[in-house]
Nanobody, 113 residues
């Protein structure tokens, strides 16, 4: 089992920055080979944002955040972070940390207005 706990959400003005963090724990954490972030805006479905592979730091981003968001990890601390810059109102959403396969955090709210 893997538990994920997010932190770092909040409210910011357009153009501002926030950094989200996700700490993974549990007896299966060392079998996780990929972690990422998803988001869900009010009235919309859950959207993939970015992911990173544990080995090789291979990353991928959705077109909507590419160039503005950066995902990184500290494997020694089982932590994944999402640095968000140049935030836009359309980035407002509940942001979820996820781990392969099938593990989700509770979410952290990001509001840009």
């Amino acid at each position: 089992h893997v538990q994920l706990v997010e932190s770092g959400g909040g409210s910011v003005q357009p153009g501002g920055s926030l950094r989200l963090s996700c700490v993974a724990s549990g007896n299966a954490v060392n079998r996780v080979n990929c972690m990422g972030w998803f988001r869900q805006a009010p009235g919309k479905g859950r959207e993939w944002v970015a992911h990173i592979y544990r080995l090789g730091d291979i990353t991928a981003y959705s077109d909507s955040v590419k160039g503005r968001f950066t995902i990184s990890q500290d494997t020694a601390k089982n932590t994944v972070s999402l640095q968000m810059t140049s935030l836009k109102p359309e980035d407002t959403a509940l942001y979820y940390c996820a781990a392969v396969s099938g593990y989700w955090g509770q979410g952290t709210q990001v509001t840009v207005s």
